[in-house]
């Protein structure tokens, strides 16, 4: 479900592409730290944007280091290191372990099951960290796999599920922006949820699996329909967002809510990044 907050990097300048890949290089140096070179296979787009959102909002002491890994092997790459980009890391882990418990238990590739044995220790170190936050995480979590247990078709309850588990993620303290980053998080891990479910309906319907989506995936007004409710979520959190005073960094965050989190819709849709790119809300 992860993979779909993500820049557009055509649009963005040479600095900013640096700037988010540090971030990006930064969260998966810190997995490596926790998982092993395991962690390079749980790294996600959507942790080093929390990471970058977080960052710069709170503007940490933050340090830039020089490293080679398996991705940079002839050279030196820079990545950024503070305490905010290991609170990301974390909670990466914690969503990567407990999806990979619920691919098990669907029966799901050994690759799944590799994921879920290295992950453990490192699991519970993060909610030994954040003892509060993993449970709410996964109390979210168990009751959206509920919901899809029981065949549930109601995307609001379904797609809240999920936006619960990123309102936590983005609720980074407990301060005066919590309530804003919660809101923030909440609206896109709806937009997430829906945006993966129109993605694999197709998918889902050969295979048998579960998707809120497969009643209505012939119908003629069904991408018509699923597009205002992507249309209506992503505009909620952008919204949130502009109503947080970031100023560093701004205009990557910007890229991502209004033209990155389209890429995989526009290629899906078959239309140009152009296309599919969205203005500010008003």
Known sequence: MFGYVRPNEETLTKAQRQRFRQVYCGVCHELKD????AGRLVLTFDAAFLALTLCALYEPEEAIKRDRCPSHPLKH?????????????????????LSAIDARQD???????????????????????????????????NDLYALEKSGCEDVDALSGCFGRVTGECFAFRDDVWQGGLYL???????????????DDVKKDYRKGRFNPFLK???????DKRVKTMLDTYIALSAEAFEKLPIVKDAEIIRNVLYSGVWTRYAIKAGKTDGENTHDRPV
């Open 34 to 37: 926790r998982v092993g070179s």
């Open 77 to 97: 790459h820079a990545y950024a290191a503070d305490g905010i980009i290991s609170y990301a890391a974390d909670m990466n882990v914690i969503l990567s372990y």
């Open 107 to 141: 029966g799901d590739s050994r690759l799944r099951q590799m994921a879920e044995s290295r992950l453990k220790q490192a699991f519970q170190a993060a909610c030994g960290r954040y003892p509060e936050k993993a449970e709410k995480i996964q109390k979210a979590l």
């Open 184 to 198: 923030m998080g909440h609206d896109l891990g709806r937009f997430i949820y829906i945006m993966d479910a129109w």
């Open 216 to 222: 209505q995936k012939d119908s003629p007004d069904f």
